[in-house]
């Protein structure tokens, strides 16, 4: 395990940011975490990159206890904050520079890193440009390629595609694969669960400070019960046929549109044999299969979005 979190607490007055969380991060892995606004997300990245003191619990770094005035350990994090923090007025250039400074960096190391950074941000041909001209996608970029300059071992990625055009998103989610498959341990949180679902190979579900689950995206899903839920244009089904289908499990209507939850006992090939016997259009029913934000909701009661 390259990072460990044991039991850590963090309260801002009477919020408790986090409560005795705890997870392990393998090195390597693209870790996700995923939770709703408020969650502790922002505050559990502060703490590992020693922005913030926690109250109680402690961290493990490659199997050394995290001291936030080792300098060793410090070059092993990088922090891709939530909120852009580059120097508006000076150029994409100028600012890895600084950056690359504030980490030690010199000469020739200085210069191979910011042309690094500048290709991993794809602003090479904008280097000279002030971060004020940039969109929102770019400077997006620039705050990940910032956080590379000294070459962490781990990146931690606080919600980079906030606020991101979907093609900047698109190029946000290859930089960070490539990164990956370059042996860096990512640890990224969201609140959206496509993300999650697309990138990370581990997921831990954090709300209210806590981690309510960790695991691979098969393993969380596995624990919601098998129903699918099929859905159907109520206008497209007689009385008769409305009634056949609530053979097959529990359905709802609202409107013009039905939500069938399948029964345990339910088989696809039944289902669909009956559609077609009765001349149904399979394009008129949709399969949807249980999703993160499932899960969620089974754990916490609560949308992940609200
Ligand atoms: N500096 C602070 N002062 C007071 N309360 C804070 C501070 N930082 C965080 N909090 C509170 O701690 C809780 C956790 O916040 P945190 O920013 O870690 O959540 P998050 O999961 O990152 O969500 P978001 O995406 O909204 O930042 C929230 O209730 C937040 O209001």
Known sequence: MILQADQLSKA???????????????????????????????????????????????LTLDNSKLDPNNIEQKKKIGLS?????????????????????????RGKELHQQIEYALEVAQLTERRKSPVKEFSGGMKRRLNIAAALMHKPKILLCDEPTVGVDPQSRNAIFDTLLELKASGMTIVYSTHYMEEAERLCDQIAIIDAGKILRVGSLDTLLQELPRTNLIRARANTLDTQQAATLSTFGDVQQTGSSLQLQTAPDFKLSSFFKWTEEQNLEATHFQIAHPSLEDLFLHLTGKDLRE
Do not use: C, R
């Open 12 to 58: 801002f007055g009477s919020t408790q940011a986090l409560d005795k969380l705890s997870l392990s991060i393998e090195a390597g892995s693209f870790f996700g975490l995923l939770g709703p606004n408020g969650a502790g997300k922002s505050t559990f990245m502060s703490i590992v990159s020693g922005f913030l003191t926690q109250d109680s619990g402690s």
């Open 81 to 105: 904050p939530q909120h852009i923090a580059l120097y508006k007025e000076l150029s994409a250039e100028t600012n890895l520079k600084l950056f690359g400074k504030l980490y030690g960096l």
